[in-house]
């Protein structure tokens, strides 16, 4: 079965950080797209960051440039998500996903296929 695990979210003060992980299983890690996308209440789903573990090359949304960087492991199959420098607007429920074509990135959730389950992310001010 494929399954994404999301974890690491939680209740952090402006300015914090916080340090989320996407475990995956059920297909190959290295030749899929993985993934952040973040929904807050009230407001679309959207895109946050997104990488190749094939070769390492990644992508951010513009408002979290300079302030989040996604990373994996290989040996463990694992995405994570480091946010540093959180601001209340960061607040949201956030999906790990995983995508075979490398096009969710640009062309939106509707590309996805696979999803985690979400995990908060709550920063108050």
């Known amino acids: 079965d494929v399954q994404l695990q999301a974890s690491g979210g939680g209740l952090v003060q402006a300015g914090g950080s916080l340090r989320l992980s996407c475990v995956v299983s059920?297909?190959?890690?290295?030749?899929?797209?993985i993934g952040w996308f973040r929904q807050a209440p009230g407001k679309e789903r959207e895109v946050v960051s997104c990488?190749?573990?094939?070769?390492?090359?990644?992508s951010y949304t513009d408002s979290v440039k300079g302030r989040f960087t996604i990373s994996s492991d290989n040996a463990k199959s694992t995405v994570y998500l480091q946010m540093n420098s959180l601001k209340p607007e960061d607040t949201a429920v956030y999906y790990c996903?995983?995508?075979?074509?490398?096009?969710?990135?640009?062309?939106?959730?509707?590309?996805?296929?696979?999803w985690g389950q979400g995990t908060q992310v709550t920063v108050s001010s």
């Open positions: 059920g297909f190959a890690f290295d030749e899929y797209e």
């Open positions: 996903a995983a995508d075979y074509a490398a096009t969710m990135c640009f062309r939106g959730q509707e590309y996805v296929d696979y």
């Open positions: 990488i190749s573990p094939s070769d390492g090359s990644t």
